[in-house]
């Protein structure tokens, strides 16, 4: 199976160091992607609060918010709403990539002669 090329004139199969580091990289993507992901949740959450409550400033006055006026009233909180919900879609793809790579890789490693020591993927 083979999992990535070292060069275009190299056949030979990727060796059990380069096949671990390169499960280890993509197992620190994983880890990187989920704490970015916890970060774009967090402004996805404090920008929908934020909007909240232009919202109920809104109700309270007597008429409905639409976006013109969240933007107008709360550029910041729109914005880290907007932001948050683009991020929070991007890592969750990026950290759903990472893991099936790095099982693939675990496949990978068992295949080799002798197995793979450390199978679970992290």
């Known amino acids: 199976m083979r999992i990535f090329?070292?060069?275009?004139?190299?056949?030979?199969?990727?060796t059990r160091a380069e096949l671990e580091a390169h499960r280890d990289g993509s197992r620190l993507r994983l880890r990187t992607a989920l704490a970015a992901l916890a970060l774009s949740l967090a402004a996805l959450v404090w920008g929908w609060s934020r909007l909240m409550v232009v919202v109920g400033n809104a109700r309270t006055a007597g008429h409905t918010a639409n976006a013109a006026d969240m933007a107008r009233?709360?550029?910041?909180?729109?914005a880290l709403f907007a932001l948050g919900l683009l991020g929070a879609f991007a890592r969750t793809l990026l950290a759903a990539l990472s893991?099936?790579?790095?099982?693939?890789?675990?496949?990978?490693?068992?295949e080799l002669p002798g197995g793979a020591p450390d199978s679970a993927v992290r």
Do not use: K, Y
């Open 73 to 78: 009233e709360d550029p910041v909180g729109l």
């Open 99 to 110: 893991f099936l790579h790095a099982r693939h890789v675990e496949r990978a490693l068992a």
């Open 5 to 14: 090329t070292r060069g275009m004139a190299s056949n030979a199969p990727p």
